[in-house]
């Protein structure tokens, strides 16, 4: 396999500094030969973003964030990030259009403008997209993707800096997943969507939602995903390293 597999750990609103200690078994095998096509990204909050950058300094592991303010210089936002900020304290990717922060009121323009700002500032975005259960069950999964798709990326004429994740919201922290069938499926429209708007830019889409050190080796039998974007099992790094070394085996 030539293709970089990426692994990316979102550990939402969980972490303090005695859980950054755990990653060091990640980053001490990180730097191991058979993980040389991991591409491991940590995705702390805010609160620890300096202190992963510092710790996983000397390996190759990367550091993002999980959100981003749409603006670029410095304003009276209270409580918020800029991606200049991000960018200056050494991460280099973030997360935008996350399901939970659209819930907060982030709208596809709102995520368009955070991409924007995100890629002006040279951060990588790991742009989430998905649609939630009525919405499934309603058949309109295509609509919604195309729609995120479109009016999340407006102005975006290059996607190397983008890592496509899908997330379906129905199965966040639910251990709900769909059929290896129906998922690559999904993952060849969302490829399709893509083809048609950038034309022969190479794309790299990831899957999100209850990944686990169980379904896992179902999970990498599709080819076409690029790697996984992990909640939960990722604030363990047992079960992390369990479903990279899965992954890459
Ligand atoms: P879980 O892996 O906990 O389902 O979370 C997925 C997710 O939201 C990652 O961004």
Redesign the pocket.
């Given at each position: 396999m030539t293709n970089k597999i990426f692994f990316i750990a979102?550990w939402?609103m969980f972490g303090d500094l005695k859980s950054l200690k755990s990653i060091k078994r990640v980053i001490n095998l990180s730097k191991k030969k058979k993980f040389l096509n991991a591409k491991i990204i940590y995705c702390p909050p805010y609160t620890l973003l300096n202190s992963f950058v510092i710790k996983t300094k000397k390996s190759r592991i990367t550091v993002g964030a999980q959100n981003c303010h749409h603006k670029i210089d410095p304003g009276p936002y209270t409580g918020s990030i800029s991606s200049n900020m991000i960018k200056k304290i050494g991460a280099k990717y973030v997360?935008i259009g996350?399901?939970?922060n659209r819930l907060n009121g982030d709208t596809n323009e709102e995520i368009n403008k955070k991409i924007q700002s995100a890629i002006s500032n040279n951060l990588s975005v790991i742009f989430?997209i998905g649609e939630n259960m009525t919405e499934k069950k309603n058949k309109k999964t295509n609509l919604v993707l195309r729609n995120q798709i479109n009016l999340g990326l407006r102005k975006i004429k290059k996607i190397d800096k983008i890592i496509f994740?899908y997330?379906p919201i129905w199965?966040?922290?639910?251990g709900k997943i769909m059929s290896n069938n129906e998922l690559k499926k999904q993952i060849l429209n969302i490829k399709n969507i893509l083809k048609n708007k950038f034309k022969k830019q190479k794309n790299r889409i990831v899957y999100?939602?209850?990944?686990n050190d169980k379904n896992i080796i179902n999970l990498k039998q599709i080819k076409e995903i690029n790697g996984f974007?992990?909640?939960?099992?990722?604030q363990n790094s047992n079960k992390f390293i369990d479903i990279i070394e899965k992954t890459i085996n």
């Open positions: 979102n939402k997360i996350h399901s939970e989430c994740a997330e199965s966040i922290g639910t999100g939602g209850s990944v974007l992990v909640g939960g099992a990722s």
